[in-house]
């Protein structure tokens, strides 16, 4: 079976302090691909990144970076200095083979001015 | 490129009707995917297609049923509609060869 937890329902910050979203996930499939989307109040869910099972390697991109630790099975997600742009709903999702994606119940994030 | 496209955005049903969503991917995108958000049981997943053939259901009732065209542009129905299936309808589609997933804006649908 699959599944992702995102165990923090809604963050908080004040704009400009770092944000980190956690993400535990579970399968048994060796090869298996992680992502982040980001849903704003429009409603659309917006690809973030992708990573697959065979590359640890942490990546930054801008003010977002993501550290994937297999031996946890966590891939969380850091914003730097954070901004009210980026207030959204951040979901997490899993995909093994043909599988649908696996999605977790979501962060609400609220940047504060 | 545009984006994957939606129609209608809202929608309100009265119970017992039916309904047609449509979806238009990313151009040179053949795979489409469907999936349900409602605030109680977040995002899950209904079905994919591939090249008009549907390659994944999830856990829905027969209520809910989809299709695919030559031109990859998909549709999905639900008939007898239930209070229930209020929820934000999204629209996914795939590039060849990669597994990432780019959604659509999503149709809202209220059943009164």
């Known amino acids: 079976a699959q599944k992702v937890t995102q165990a923090q329902t809604e963050i908080s910050v004040v704009e400009k302090e770092d944000v980190t979203l956690d993400c535990v996930y579970e399968?048994?499939?060796?090869?298996?691909?992680l992502f982040w989307y980001k849903q704003p109040p429009s409603g659309e869910l917006v690809f973030l990144i992708r990573?697959?099972?065979?590359?640890?390697q942490n990546e930054i991109s801008g003010r977002y970076s993501w550290n994937f630790q297999k031996s946890t099975s966590s891939f969380n997600f850091t914003i730097t200095a954070s901004q009210v742009v980026d207030s959204a709903v951040y979901f997490c999702a899993l995909r093994t083979g043909r599988r649908a994606l696996t999605f977790g119940s979501g962060t609400r994030l609220q940047v504060q001015p | 490129k545009a984006g994957v496209t939606q129609t209608p955005r809202y929608l309100i049903k009265t119970r017992g009707q039916q309904v047609t969503l449509s979806c238009s991917p990313i151009s040179g995108h053949r795979s489409v995917s469907w999936y349900q958000q409602t605030p109680g049981q977040g995002l899950q997943f209904l079905f994919e297609y591939f090249s008009e053939t549907q390659r994944n259901k999830g856990n829905f009732p027969g209520r809910f049923s989809g299709r695919q065209f030559s031109n990859s542009r998909s549709e999905m129905n639900v008939s007898t509609l239930e209070l229930g299936d209020s929820a934000l309808y999204l629209c996914?589609?795939?590039?060849?060869?990669?597994?990432?997933?780019?959604f659509g804006p999503g149709t809202r649908l209220t059943v009164l």
């Open positions: 996914a589609s795939s590039p060849p060869a990669t597994d990432t997933q780019y």
């Open positions: 990573r697959n099972s065979f590359d640890e």
């Open positions: 399968t048994r499939d060796t090869t298996y691909y």
